[in-house]
C-alpha cells in the first residue's frame, strides 16, 4: 500500500511538471467605442402663412402646397398679399437620414379680437414625411410644409387676422 501511494505521488509529481503552465480562464483588454454626433435641429425660416382672401358668403379651402402653389374651392376670393408654405432649416449629423412626422390633428387659427376660429388639416411636406423622408447633405436640408385652411363664411370668419400654433417632430432614424 505505501509503494502504492509513492507511485501514485510519484505520477502525480511527473504530470504536475507539465501541466503547471496551463490556465482554466484567460483574460484580455478589449476596447469599446461611442461616437456622439451633433444635435438634430430645426428652425423655423418662413412661417405658414395663406395670405390675404375674402370667404364671401360660402367659405371654402385654400391648399397651399409645400412647392407655395395655391387652390382654392367655395366662395373664397384671393385678395394678394404674401403666401407661401412654411420652411424649416434641419441641421445635423452630415448624410445623415431622418424622419418628419407631420401633425395628426388639426390646428386651429383664432381671431383673437372675437374668438373666431379656422382649422389648418392636410399636412404635407417636401420632401414627403415618413421615416427615412431626409438625408443631411452637407449636415443640413430645407424641408417646406404646406396644409389646407378651411374658412368659414363672412359670418363664421370675419374680418381680422388669426393665428395658431401646430407641433412638428424631425428625428434621427
Known amino acids: ?44 425660416t418662413s412661417q405658414l402663412n395663406f395670405g390675404r382672401f375674402s370667404p364671401e358668403q360660402q367659405g371654402g379651402q385654400i391648399n397651399l402646397s409645400p412647392q407655395g402653389e395655391l387652390n382654392t374651392s367655395g366662395s373664397l376670393v384671393l385678395a394678394g398679399g404674401t403666401h407661401n408654405p412654411a420652411s424649416f432649416n434641419i441641421t445635423g449629423q452630415t448624410d445623415a437620414s431622418f424622419s418628419i412626422s407631420l401633425p395628426s390633428t388639426p390646428a386651429i387659427l383664432t381671431n383673437f379680437s372675437n374668438s373666431k376660429t379656422m382649422t389648418v388639416s392636410g399636412w404635407e411636406s417636401l420632401p414627403p414625411a415618413g421615416i427615412g423622408a431626409g438625408v443631411l447633405k452637407g449636415g443640413s436640408l430645407a424641408v417646406n410644409v404646406g396644409a389646407t385652411l378651411t374658412v368659414g363664411s363672412m359670418n363664421d370668419n370675419p374680418v381680422g387676422v388669426y393665428s395658431g400654433t401646430y407641433s412638428i417632430t424631425f428625428a434621427y432614424n
Not at 505520477?11 to 467605442?33: C, D, E, H, P, R
Open 1 to 44: 500500500m505505501k509503494k502504492l501511494i509513492i507511485a501514485f505521488l510519484g505520477v502525480a509529481l511527473f504530470f504536475g511538471m507539465f501541466t503547471q503552465n496551463v490556465k482554466a480562464q484567460s483574460s484580455i483588454t478589449a476596447q469599446a467605442y461611442a461616437e456622439v454626433i451633433a444635435a438634430l435641429t430645426a428652425t423655423e
